[in-house]
């Protein structure tokens, strides 16, 4: 059968169709969760500020939230959204939220107006004090939720005043939860291995996770390891793994050839030190060995963050390996003495 006949068309984009809706859709950060989910019970929301990595669901726990608290027809008059999509100048946030704080909303006891605001920290200094000037004035009529990935970039001011719910990643296991819940729904099908590839890419990024199943799943009508790695077109973890174990070994040579072979097959100096980092964190005390692991972080950390910072070349990873197997050369001649 040709790949094309094999295209799956699905209908709603599955990030969409599986946005949680309440709580119980919500997987990991349970502190934070058990948070709001408090506040849903009680009412009487505190300002909020939802800072951690993207996709770890910041704005998903919050929309529950509202749902909970003000339902349907009560959210079209109480709550202003604004995402990332719209402008956030000063003049926005005086047109939009100061207007919409002044506005007269009748609501049940004890709710106030809601504004939930995303990506704060890419809003620009004035913008923020702007807006703290506003959440302010208007305390107790009107309530703010922000999220952010960074923040350090948020405006002290803000910060003092605000209830902090930190995000992390999610785990392994967390991400599987939900996969597992939309294959189910959806009718995937898939080996392990291709669950723990969609796993393993996606890093704990939720969103990331159920984009790449849905590609692979469009693509291929198959979730497993090698359709998962065609989609997301990132190097095999295993391959790259082999080239870690060699650098053990300093088979320098070796490695250096098989980063020009992934060069050769189109694979940016990112893809390959983030496919690093990615497989140090889970890797086992059989792969890298405990004596090895802290000074090969360092190194593919320092590389990742100069790539990052804009020098994305393949001799970034040629000098890396070439760093990796002299530190592995050093700590064995220690261990034989
Ligand atoms: N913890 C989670 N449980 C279930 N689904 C999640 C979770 N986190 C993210 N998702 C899924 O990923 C999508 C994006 O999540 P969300 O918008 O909440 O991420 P975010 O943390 O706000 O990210 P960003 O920092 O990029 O704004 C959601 O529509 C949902 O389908
Ligand atoms: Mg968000």
């Not at 059968?1 to 709603?12: E, F, H, N, W």
């Amino acid at each position: 059968m040709s790949t094309t006949s094999r295209i799956i068309v699905t209908d709603l984009p599955w990030l969409q169709k599986y946005r949680p809706a309440t709580f119980n859709d919500i997987v990991g950060n349970e502190h934070s969760i058990n948070i709001l989910k408090n506040v849903a019970k009680k009412g009487n929301i505190p300002n909020f500020l939802l800072s951690g990595p993207p996709g770890t669901g910041k704005t998903s726990s919050i929309v529950c939230l509202a749902n909970e608290l003000y339902g349907k027809e009560l959210a079209k008059r109480a709550i202003l959204e604004l995402n990332a999509s719209d402008e956030r100048s000063v003049s926005v946030i005086r047109d939009k939220v100061k207007v919409f704080a002044q506005t007269k909303v009748t609501l049940p006891p004890g709710l106030q107006k809601f504004v939930i605001l995303d990506e704060v920290d890419s809003m620009v200094d004035p913008a923020q004090k702007a807006l703290r000037a506003i959440m302010e004035q208007y305390s107790d009529t009107t309530r703010f939720a922000l999220a952010c990935n960074n923040e350090d970039k948020i405006d002290e001011a803000i910060m003092s005043r605000i209830t902090k719910l930190s995000f992390t990643n999610l785990s392994q296991e967390e991400v599987a939860l939900r996969l597992l819940y939309i294959i189910k729904q959806e009718n995937v099908k898939y080996t392990p291995e291709g669950l723990q590839a969609i796993i393993f890419t996606a890093d704990g990024d939720m969103r990331q996770a159920i984009n790449n199943l849905q590609s692979t799943y469009s693509g291929f009508g198959m979730i497993d390891e090698d359709n998962v790695y065609k989609v997301c077109d990132v190097p095999d973890p295993k391959y790259i793994m082999e080239m870690l174990k060699r650098c053990i070994r300093y088979e320098v040579k070796n490695v250096f050839n098989a980063v020009v072979k992934l060069y050769g097959e189109g694979y940016s100096a990112l893809d390959i030190v983030q496919t690093m980092m990615k497989l140090m964190k889970s890797a086992s005390e059989n792969e890298i060995e405990e004596d090895y692991y802290n000074d090969f972080l360092m190194e593919i950390a320092k590389t990742e963050l100069v790539i990052k910072s804009g020098t994305d070349s393949e001799l970034q990873v040629i000098g890396l390996i070439g760093s990796l197997c002299d530190i592995a050369k050093s700590i064995s001649k220690r261990k034989n003495h």
